[in-house]
């Protein structure tokens, strides 16, 4: 009765943390998105630790709720690469929309460089490592419950 308890309870975590994350990427998106179009007319955006920080802590706890259920159920399966899949398309979208416009999105109005694509692309290999880790630990879990 203990161990459905701690199951029912971690599964709860895993989803808030996962809302969280959900949460996070779209507002870390939606600032990537306006300090791109703008130009440099909004800061750059400072949450990338932050936003990289939950979403590994939502993707480790994942991979211990794996130990604790010892089989994925359907509801886990797959979660974090939605993350990384969308950053891929942002970043991908922002590199072609800047190289058909010439690198007009690479220069700020007053012909400054500016960092939001280098930013983007970081936060993606970023959210990429995340995604790399978690896999796997999922791996090398599968391979331990399975001796």
Do not use: C
């Not at 990537?32 to 949450?47: C, D, H, Q, T």
Request: proline letters at 2%; zero cysteines.
């Amino acid at each position: 009765m203990a161990k459905k308890s701690v199951r029912y309870v971690e599964k709860k975590i895993n989803n808030v943390l996962y809302s969280f994350s959900i949460i996070l990427t779209v507002i870390a998106m939606a600032m990537n998105l306006a300090e791109f179009f703008s130009r440099g007319k909004f800061p750059p955006i400072r949450m990338n630790f932050f936003y990289i920080g939950i979403l590994t802590i939502y993707a480790l706890h994942k991979e211990a709720l794996r130990w604790l259920i010892e089989k994925e159920e359907e509801w886990a399966q797959k979660r974090g690469e939605y993350f990384f899949y969308a950053w891929i398309a942002m970043t991908t979208l922002f590199f072609v929309i800047n190289f058909l416009a010439k690198d007009y999105f690479y220069f700020s109005s007053l012909g400054e460089p500016l960092g939001t694509l280098r930013s983007t692309a970081f936060t993606t290999l970023e959210v990429g490592a995340v995604f790399i880790l978690a896999r796997f630990l999922k791996i090398t879990t599968a391979r331990i419950l399975s001796k």
